[in-house]
Protein backbone atom coordinates (compact mmCIF):
# COMPACT_ATOMS: atom_id res chain seq x y z
CA UNK A 1 0.00 0.00 0.00
CA UNK A 2 2.74 2.31 0.15
CA UNK A 3 3.94 4.36 -3.35
CA UNK A 4 6.86 4.15 -5.25
CA UNK A 5 9.13 7.18 -4.85
CA UNK A 6 7.76 9.79 -7.19
CA UNK A 7 4.17 8.03 -6.92
CA UNK A 8 2.72 9.75 -4.16
CA UNK A 9 -0.03 11.24 -6.02
CA UNK A 10 -3.76 10.27 -7.60
CA UNK A 11 -3.25 8.58 -11.01
CA UNK A 12 -6.37 10.37 -11.81
CA UNK A 13 -4.16 13.36 -11.39
CA UNK A 14 -1.22 11.85 -14.01
CA UNK A 15 -2.20 14.46 -16.74
CA UNK A 16 -2.45 17.56 -14.64
CA UNK A 17 0.90 16.59 -13.70
CA UNK A 18 2.12 16.16 -16.89
CA UNK A 19 0.35 19.33 -17.50
CA UNK A 20 2.50 21.13 -14.55
CA UNK A 21 5.42 19.80 -15.52
CA UNK A 22 5.12 20.98 -18.93
CA UNK A 23 4.16 24.84 -17.89
CA UNK A 24 7.38 24.68 -15.76
CA UNK A 25 9.86 23.71 -18.21
CA UNK A 26 7.86 24.37 -21.22
CA UNK A 27 11.20 24.04 -23.28
CA UNK A 28 10.83 20.09 -23.30
CA UNK A 29 8.66 17.99 -26.00
CA UNK A 30 5.79 17.06 -24.62
CA UNK A 31 6.82 13.24 -25.16
CA UNK A 32 9.68 14.13 -23.22
CA UNK A 33 7.41 15.48 -19.90
CA UNK A 34 5.24 12.61 -20.46
CA UNK A 35 8.08 10.16 -20.10
CA UNK A 36 9.56 11.79 -17.39
CA UNK A 37 6.24 11.88 -15.39
CA UNK A 38 5.30 8.54 -16.00
CA UNK A 39 8.65 7.37 -15.21
CA UNK A 40 9.43 9.44 -12.16
CA UNK A 41 5.90 10.91 -11.45
CA UNK A 42 6.70 13.63 -8.56
CA UNK A 43 10.50 13.34 -8.77
CA UNK A 44 10.54 14.96 -12.14
CA UNK A 45 10.67 18.55 -10.29
CA UNK A 46 13.82 17.11 -8.22
CA UNK A 47 15.19 15.72 -11.47
CA UNK A 48 15.39 18.78 -13.41
CA UNK A 49 14.85 21.20 -10.65
CA UNK A 50 15.74 24.71 -11.93
CA UNK A 51 16.45 23.59 -15.54
CA UNK A 52 15.76 26.67 -18.01
CA UNK A 53 16.36 24.90 -20.99
CA UNK A 54 17.47 22.16 -23.14
CA UNK A 55 21.19 23.01 -22.80
CA UNK A 56 20.47 22.27 -18.83
CA UNK A 57 20.05 19.08 -18.98
CA UNK A 58 22.99 17.90 -22.02
CA UNK A 59 22.17 15.66 -24.80
CA UNK A 60 19.69 12.69 -25.27
CA UNK A 61 19.69 10.86 -21.98
CA UNK A 62 19.99 13.74 -19.53
CA UNK A 63 22.69 14.37 -17.76
CA UNK A 64 20.23 15.38 -14.97
CA UNK A 65 18.31 11.91 -15.33
CA UNK A 66 21.68 9.69 -15.10
CA UNK A 67 22.94 11.84 -12.08
CA UNK A 68 19.18 11.19 -10.68
CA UNK A 69 19.42 6.98 -11.48
CA UNK A 70 23.23 6.98 -9.90
CA UNK A 71 22.61 9.06 -6.79
CA UNK A 72 18.57 7.69 -6.14
CA UNK A 73 18.12 4.76 -7.66
CA UNK A 74 21.59 3.49 -7.39
CA UNK A 75 22.22 2.81 -11.14
CA UNK A 76 25.68 1.58 -11.55
CA UNK A 77 26.17 1.00 -15.34
CA UNK A 78 24.55 2.00 -18.96
CA UNK A 79 23.09 -1.09 -19.16
CA UNK A 80 21.47 -0.63 -15.30
CA UNK A 81 19.85 2.95 -16.35
CA UNK A 82 18.85 1.94 -20.40
CA UNK A 83 17.51 -1.72 -19.54
CA UNK A 84 16.42 -2.21 -15.87
CA UNK A 85 15.25 1.48 -14.78
CA UNK A 86 14.25 3.51 -18.58
CA UNK A 87 13.76 0.80 -21.38
CA UNK A 88 15.76 4.09 -23.50
CA UNK A 89 18.22 0.72 -24.48
CA UNK A 90 15.67 -0.14 -27.08
CA UNK A 91 16.62 3.13 -29.09
CA UNK A 92 19.65 3.94 -28.34
CA UNK A 93 22.69 4.10 -30.99
CA UNK A 94 25.77 1.83 -29.72
CA UNK A 95 27.63 5.92 -29.96
CA UNK A 96 25.03 6.71 -27.28
CA UNK A 97 25.29 3.87 -25.05
CA UNK A 98 29.33 4.46 -25.35
CA UNK A 99 28.68 8.07 -24.44
CA UNK A 100 27.20 7.19 -21.56
CA UNK A 101 29.52 4.77 -20.22
CA UNK A 102 31.90 7.10 -20.77
CA UNK A 103 30.04 9.68 -18.74
CA UNK A 104 29.47 7.21 -15.62
CA UNK A 105 33.59 6.34 -15.69
CA UNK A 106 34.54 9.73 -15.03
CA UNK A 107 31.97 10.15 -12.50
Known amino acids: GVALPGGNFEVADKHAL ?3 AAAKYPFLEPRTVRRLVRSYGLDVF ?3 GDCKAVEDLGTGLSTAEVDWLVAREFA ?4 DILWRRS ?3 LHMPAAGVAA ?5 AAR
Open 46 to 48: DIL
Open 18 to 20: EEQ
Open 100 to 104: LEAYL
Open 76 to 79: QSAE
Open 87 to 89: KLG
